[in-house]
């Protein structure tokens, strides 16, 4: 609860970057793909794809290390982006986790509408046990080690 209290405005501050962050990545994406007729625009589109990809990854990580440990923002985007190189196939399932209520919403609306009550009660909850359950090993090994997290990150 102190974690909460302590950080709230600074993990809203982050959330609203990294929204943006997101929001301008999607609109580059669309721009690209819809009014350029050149290779160059698959290759932007394949570059603009690859750092979602990565944005998604650093965030699995982030707001759990920024209410974690006391550093800096861009320490915490540094650890969080190793932690998710670290351990990536366990990242990608995260990021699966995370991507497939937002794909099951967009293909089979209808069916989505059925089990809406169902995935509401279980599906949040059973979602967020599996993703804690998949991170726990690298949380693990930072609360573990003899050096602090800190001592580990790279100045930003």
């Known amino acids: 609860w102190s974690a909460y209290r302590e950080k709230f405005w600074q993990m809203l501050a982050c959330s609203a970057v990294f929204a943006v962050t997101a929001i301008l990545l999607l609109a580059d994406f669309i721009i690209v793909t819809q009014y350029w007729d050149s290779a160059f625009a698959q290759v932007c589109s394949g570059l603009i794809i690859a750092a979602g990809i ?14 974690a440990h006391n550093i800096k923002i861009g320490d915490a985007i540094v650890n969080s982006f190793v932690l998710s190189m670290r351990y990536l196939p366990r990242s990608l399932a995260i990021c699966i986790l995370d991507v497939f209520p937002i794909a ?3 293909f089979w609306t209808y069916i989505l509408q059925v ?3 169902v ?38």
Do not use: H, Q
Not at 137 to 154: Q, R
């Open 104 to 106: 099951l919403a967009y």
């Open 115 to 117: 089990v809406l009550p």
């Open 54 to 67: 990565v944005l998604l990854l650093t965030l699995e990580y982030f707001f759990s290390i920024l209410a």
């Open 119 to 156: 995935w509401i009660c279980v599906g949040f909850a059973l979602t967020a046990y599996i993703k804690v359950r998949l991170m726990r090993p690298a949380f693990y090994d930072i609360t573990n080690s003899t050096n602090d997290i800190k001592e580990n990150s790279v100045e930003v």
